[in-house]
């Protein structure tokens, strides 16, 4: 009866270990690959609120955690906040200057993007002072020729624009 008792005990300690065990390593392991995990979920889950609080909360503990600042610049922009994100990157980048991944991301996000240039027409060069002078001679030659048939009208030419200056003047009847 007592070997009865015994084992009945041991029995005892041994299940309640067995069922405590798994709570008690939760327990014990470490809080940041935890929160790691939980932030990774949470970003899988598309909740990027929490997994926002998560890895804020876990970069406050470890600052040096590469994938902790990934991660929260990752949910901040798939939560529609490019600026936070860039923020958090040149954070991490203060706390780990060697991350390639932080630095490959922020380089990313901050590029801008230059339009590419488009084809422009080579500007047509100036005309010679001759083809100004030929025009000008056309304009006398116009203003002539509607002034013929109204003997009322009788044009100031000394008022018209020099063809040397290049200026122009309004014409007004005499």
């Known amino acids: 009866m007592k070997k009865a008792i015994i084992f009945a005990i041991v029995a005892v300690i041994i299940a309640t270990v067995a069922i405590a065990a798994p709570t008690f390593y939760q327990a014990s392991r470490p809080i940041v ?13 598309l ?29 901040y922009l798939e939560n529609g906040e490019p600026e936070k ?22 380089e990313k996000l901050t590029k801008v993007e230059e339009p590419e240039p488009s084809p422009t027409p080579a500007p047509s060069p100036t005309p010679a002072p001759a083809y100004w002078k030929a025009i000008y001679a056309q304009f006398i030659q116009s203003l002539e020729y509607l002034n013929m048939g109204n ?12 063809v040397d200056n290049i200026s122009c003047t309004i014409l007004s009847p005499s």
């Not at 690959?33 to 889950?45: H, I, Q």
């Not at 909740?47 to 929260?72: C, V």
């Not at 003997?151 to 020099?162: H, K, L, R």
């Open 33 to 45: 690959p935890r929160l790691l995990d939980l932030g990774e979920k949470y970003l899988l889950e």
């Open 47 to 75: 909740n990027y609120e929490q997994a926002i609080m998560t890895f804020t909360k876990l970069i406050e503990i470890e600052p040096k955690s590469e994938r902790a600042y990934l991660g929260l610049a990752e949910a």
């Open 85 to 106: 994100a860039i923020e958090v990157l040149r954070d991490g980048l203060e706390q780990l200057p060697d991350s390639a991944a932080i630095k490959a991301l922020l």
């Open 151 to 162: 003997p009322n009208v009788d044009y100031d030419y000394e008022d018209v624009a020099s």
